[in-house]
């Protein structure tokens, strides 16, 4: 299966996806890149998105993600009952 950001892009046309799990490293364009394009498209502008990431954060990519992520999940400790309590906190929009 191809999994990386320009083919979500793509399947956001026929899709309305209520929450975005997000990796930061993929191929061809990484989550930085999608996420950019993500939040410019008007009706996604407050759909959550949940970073699961196995990536180190630097300062910069707080920066960049910063106000417009809900939640950032390090991969190296989310066992699957941390990422549904990441998951109850939020709310629907």
Do not use: I, Q
């Given at each position: 299966m191809n999994s990386d950001g320009l083919?979500?892009?793509n399947a956001l046309k026929?899709?309305?996806p209520?929450?975005?799990l997000l990796d930061l490293m993929m191929p061809e364009m990484?989550?930085?890149e999608f996420l950019k394009h993500f939040r410019e498209i008007e009706r996604f502008a407050?759909?959550?998105v949940i970073i699961?990431?196995?990536k180190e954060r630097t300062s910069d990519d707080r920066n960049a993600l910063s106000g417009r992520i809900s939640q950032l999940v390090s991969?190296?400790?989310c066992a699957i009952t941390h990422l549904l309590e990441q998951?109850?906190?939020l709310k629907p929009a």
């Open positions: 083919f979500a892009l026929s899709c309305e209520g929450l975005v990484d989550g930085f407050k759909t959550p699961l990431t196995a991969k190296s400790d998951l109850r906190t």
